[in-house]
Nanobody, 125 residues
């Protein structure tokens, strides 16, 4: 199982970024992709996650801190998940990771086994 996150960068407060997560190395049609972030000196926290089932719209969840600003979406055929981040704040600065679990979506990183390298998001003027 491989995960590749991309799309990070430097953005001013109030700006936007779109992160992409490419998942590969598995054939299951029932899985969830989560986005997590880790700021220096802090624990990894769940940002958003979505269940990826071909026969459903996909249940999506968000941390309270990003609700209304971030939107998660998926392309099951490509095994891609995206995180559109709008109205970014300095406190959103962190390394963002995506991960997969073969079950329902959850924001708790404890339940995710497979991790890729993250992508750095810096929100600063």
């Amino acid at each position: 199982v491989q995960l590749q996150a991309s799309g990070g960068g430097l953005v001013q407060p109030g700006g936007s970024l779109r992160l992409s997560c490419a998942a590969s190395g598995f054939t299951s049609d029932y899985y969830a992709i989560g986005w997590f972030r880790q700021a220096p000196g802090k624990e990894r926290e769940g940002v958003s996650c979505i269940t990826c089932i071909s026969t459903s719209d996909g249940d999506a969840y968000y941390a309270d801190s990003v609700k209304g600003r971030f939107t998660i979406s998926r392309d099951n055929a490509k095994k891609m998940v995206y995180l559109q981040m709008n109205s970014l704040k300095p406190e959103d600065t962190a390394v963002y990771y995506c991960s997969v679990r073969f079950g329902t979506a959850t924001l708790n990183p404890f339940w995710y086994k497979y991790w890729g390298q993250g992508t750095l998001v810096t929100v600063s003027s």
